[in-house]
Nanobody, 126 residues
Framework: QVQLVESGGGLVQAGESLRLSCAAS????????VGWFRQAPGKEREFVAT????????IYADSVKGRFTISRDNARNTVYLQMSTLQPEDTAVYYC???????????????????WGQGTQVTVSS
């Protein structure tokens, strides 16, 4: 079983940066691919970024490419999302997720993920 806890959200102004963290429990977490998703008010949850179990092959949504960076520290069982040049349209609850896929690859599909955190709110003011 894997439990995920996000942190690092907050209120920032447009153009500023934030780093989200996702701390995981479970000895096998380091072998799972991970992803970040977000859900804005009144909208469906959407893909943001993903990477393989070993930190390889990161994939980003077009809307965040060049501004967001996903990374992981398997020794600390932690995944990060560095967000730069934030815009009001980035306002959402951000969720980290993990796939139950040993040594697997990340995907962009919500249904592929088995474990989810509770989310952390990111608000960007204009």
């Amino acid at each position: 079983q894997v439990q995920l806890v996000e942190s690092g959200g907050g209120l920032v102004q447009a153009g500023e940066s934030l780093r989200l963290s996702c701390a995981a429990s479970g000895r096998t977490f380091s072998t799972f691919p991970v992803g970040w998703f977000r859900q804005a008010p009144g909208k469906e949850r959407e893909f943001v970024a993903t990477m393989n179990w070993n930190g390889g092959t990161p994939i980003y949504a077009d809307s965040v490419k060049g501004r967001f960076t996903i990374s992981r520290d398997n020794a600390r069982n932690t995944v990060y999302l560095q967000m730069s040049t934030l815009q009001p349209e980035d306002t959402a609850v951000y969720y980290c997720a993990a796939r139950l896929s040993y040594y697997g690859t990340g995907t962009t599909r919500i249904r592929d993920y088995d474990y989810w955190g509770q989310g952390t709110q990111v608000t960007v003011s204009s």
